[in-house]
């Protein structure tokens, strides 16, 4: 099955159109991929029961698509065959994908996100659901907990959070995986932050997020005095909007280089493949040529030799020899002359060799060159 990419328009429309099911079987994935998909790509998915109601002629809402949050996929990839699995010319046959275009910068959306934020006047409690498992990741060891307990700091901070980023991405889910160490998976993005308690007293120290040097977003936020970090959380979350969207689109455009560099691959694999063809054809050709100059040299002394017999025979039966005209003599003439009849190509119609003899050098020549002729063709590879 070809490889296809999906844009969040044409998953829009694909989802709304049909029940997951039937839409995942033409792509070759199953329909728990396809609602993976969607969620990566921040497309709104039928909600459970909208295809019974739809078909009793209910009314139903479809919501609208709206513009790609921070860290959601522009297109996917989808095939029944995995990437590493296929083979140059289907590599070549497949499409490639849309080319990255970005409507504004890191910095414009970045101002668009602050202006946004204003906006969220009240930051909604946070979800119960906050430390739920990852989705597609595998499961941490059981020493780490899923749930951080009610009375830590962290947690009341991590939802509060969570809420903010609600406001413009899917709510995220946040899972400590190490002491200190969380991740939160926004659309298709897995991004990091660690948090620091305060040594002496409640509450947190601080928070630092990954590097990142294209975004200029602030990376790590201190509680001092009386600036604590819930009152940097609109700050916060709008460093973790920009770092996601600042991998997701790295990511974007290092999976089109990389298909890029995969279709130049497989041309040249192709290529080579041709050449080898190509060379091999010329070497059965050279082959085959000197075969039958050999069969022509071969049958060149074997008629100098049948003229060389009749030559005998008839100096032998002119001469003296020949007077006598004994039995003897005559046999070893009828003898002399039928060898030489049996090895000369004229008489035996030899100069086109017999359909058998031609359809087995055919045989030979579809089974490739001989090991000698590999040798000599490496030895001349080699000069």
């Known amino acids: ?110 101002k668009r996100l602050a202006s946004q934020s204003l906006a969220v006047d009240r930051i909604p409690p946070g979800r119960e659901t906050l430390f739920s498992s990852e989705r597609r990741r595998r499961p941490a060891p059981r020493a780490q907990p899923n749930h951080l307990p009610s009375s830590d700091p962290r947690r009341a901070f991590l939802a ?27 659309h298709a993005i897995t991004t990091e932050l660690w948090l620091s308690p305060k040594e002496q007293g409640e509450g947190l120290a601080g928070l630092w997020l990954p590097s990142a040097d294209n975004t200029g977003a602030k990376t ?56 080898s063809v190509k060379r091999l054809r010329e070497r059965q050709r050279r082959e085959q040529a000197e075969r039958r100059r050999d069969r022509l040299f071969d049958q060149a002394d074997e008629w100098r030799t049948a003229r060389d017999i009749r030559g005998l025979v008839a100096e032998v039966m002119s001469g003296s020899y020949g007077k006598r005209k004994t039995r003897h003599l005559q046999a070893w003439a009828d003898w002399a002359l039928s060898e030489a009849d049996a090895i000369d190509p004229v008489k035996q119609g030899g100069l086109v060799p017999p359909a058998q003899v031609r ?24 000069e």
Request: aromatic content about 6%; hydrophobic content about 40%; some cysteine.
């Open 220 to 275: 790590h936020f201190s509680a001092l005095h009386d600036l604590n970090l819930d009152a940097q959380v609109p700050e916060i979350g709008l460093a973790i909007l920009l770092a996601a969207e600042a991998s997701c689109r790295h990511q974007v455009q290092a999976l089109y280089q990389r298909r890029i560099e995969d279709r130049l691959k497989a041309e040249d694999r192709v290529r080579q493949q041709r050449d």
């Open 1 to 110: 099955m070809p490889l296809q990419y999906l844009t969040r328009e044409e998953l829009y429309e694909r989802i709304w159109e049909a029940p997951m099911t039937a839409i995942a079987q033409p792509l070759g994935i199953s329909a728990s991929k396809l609602s993976e998909y969607a969620m990566e790509m921040a497309v709104p998915r039928p909600p459970v029961g909208y295809w019974t109601k739809l078909r009793a002629g209910k009314g139903v809402l479809r919501p609208p698509l709206l513009r790609r949050p921070p860290g959601a996929a522009a297109w996917v990839e989808s095939s029944g065959t995995p990437f590493w699995n296929r083979t140059p010319s289907e590599v070549l046959a497949d499409p490639l994908p849309p080319s990255p275009v970005f409507t504004e910068s890191l910095e414009e959306l970045g």
């Open 160 to 186: 509060r959070l969570s809420a903010f980023l609600a406001a413009f991405v899917a709510p995220p889910e946040i899972r400590e995986v190490e002491p200190g160490r969380f991740c939160m998976q926004i």
């Open 359 to 382: 359809k087995a050098l055919r045989g030979k020549l579809s089974r490739g060159p001989t090991a000698a002729t590999r040798a000599a063709s490496s030895d001349l590879g080699a």
